[in-house]
């Protein structure tokens, strides 16, 4: 079945690049997620991208696609304590599909 | 514009009492779904429903749980009896096809059910 794979946690100093990575197994997978989550809150859309593309970049945040390799990954530029948050990989097949996610990446930012 | 609205934020109850969730989507969205995220789970999808009909309810965990979709602007998803098991953070989200300009999944703030 589908999956998708996440490290639990990520640990950085503030200003410093975070890059969170995630790895999918459904190769039809056409459209690929980042949402963030503060603690007590809901899910918040970050970024998306399409399976054709190979890179988003959407100011801070830089998503790189690894199609043969069935790999995503978030970078965040300068990161900051308002960063602190858990982050979730989603991946479906289109938009009225249900999302696939990971377990989720602690990211922890030190000052 | 208004984002994906559910009630209640909090809720608070005694097994074997009925527990309804209510989720108002974005307008103009015409597919919507039903997460529950647990620690020992992470989020997994429940229900959901495209242009008010159930498509997939395999992820609905027992009869107890049931979900409707009256219309396009409104969705119960409702626990009878609830049990202690069933604690957890409910998520409605909503979104549209492809052809009407791929809207991704926007999530609600979710509902956080306490059964004691």
């Known amino acids: 079945g589908e999956d998708v794979e996440q490290s639990l946690f990520l640990s950085v100093r503030e200003g410093d690049s975070s890059v969170i990575n995630c790895t999918y197994t459904?190769?039809?997978?056409?459209?690929l997620y980042w949402y963030k989550q503060e603690p007590g809150a809901g899910l918040q859309l970050l970024t998306y991208i399409f399976s054709n593309m190979d890179m988003k970049q959407d100011q801070r945040l830089t998503v790189l696609l690894n199609k043969k390799d069935k790999h995503l990954s978030l970078r965040i530029a300068d990161t900051q304590t308002g960063d602190s948050a858990i982050y979730f990989c989603a991946e479906t097949l289109s938009g009225n599909t249900p999302l696939v996610f990971g377990k989720g990446t602690r990211l922890s930012v030190i000052a | 514009d208004a984002g994906v609205i559910q009630s209640p934020r909090h809720e608070v109850t005694e097994m074997g009492q009925e527990v309804t969730l209510r989720c108002k989507p974005i307008s103009g969205h015409n597919s919507l779904f039903w997460y529950r995220q647990t620690m020992m789970r992470g989020l997994e999808l429940l229900i959901y429903?495209?242009?008010?009909?159930?498509?997939?309810d395999s992820g609905m965990p027992e009869d107890r749980f049931s979900a409707k979709m009256p219309n396009a602007s409104f969705s119960t998803l409702k626990i009878q009896p609830s049990e202690p098991r069933d604690s957890a953070v409910y998520f409605c989200?909503?979104?549209?096809?492809?052809?009407?300009?791929?809207?991704?999944?926007?999530f609600g703030d979710g509902t956080r059910l306490s059964i004691l």
């Open positions: 459904d190769s039809s997978s056409t459209y």
């Open positions: 429903f495209n242009n008010n009909v159930p498509i997939d």
């Open positions: 989200a909503s979104s549209s096809p492809l052809a009407r300009g791929n809207q991704p999944q926007h």
